[in-house]
Nanobody, 126 residues
Framework: QVQLVESGGGSVQPGDSVRLSCVVS????????MAWFRQGPGEEREFVAS????????NYGESVKGRFTMSKDNAKKSVYLQMNSLKPEDTAVYYC???????????????????WGQGTQVTVSS
């Protein structure tokens, strides 16, 4: 059983920073990498960032480039999302996701990912 558990969300003001964490549990689980998505009220799920476990190659959505940084800790089977210069439009539920082990690429499509965390709310408001 593979489980992804996010933490670190909360309510902040515009310009603040937040760091999200996602821990992967599950015997012998090793996907190609991990991704973060977000979903605002009444919106579709949006790609935020992804990272490969080997090599740490990252990819970012256009709306977060230069502000968000995704990182990993292989030993802890954890990924992180450092979010700086937050804006009200960053308000959403943030999810971490992983593809099944047979998929050797990462994409920006939510449908590509097989495992999802429960989500953590980030609210940016003055």
């Amino acid at each position: 059983q593979v489980q992804l558990v996010e933490s670190g969300g909360g309510s902040v003001q515009p310009g603040d920073s937040v760091r999200l964490s996602c821990v992967v549990s599950g015997r012998t689980f090793r996907s190609h990498g991990m991704a973060w998505f977000r979903q605002g009220p009444g919106e579709e799920r949006e790609f935020v960032a992804s990272i490969t476990w080997f090599g740490g190659m990252t990819n970012y959505g256009e709306s977060v480039k230069g502000r968000f940084t995704m990182s990993k800790d292989n030993a802890k089977k954890s990924v992180y999302l450092q979010m700086n210069s937050l804006k009200p439009e960053d308000t959403a539920v943030y999810y971490c996701a992983a593809p099944s082990v047979d998929k050797v690429v990462l994409t920006t499509r939510p449908s590509w990912y097989d495992y999802w965390g429960q989500g953590t709310q980030v609210t940016v408001s003055s």
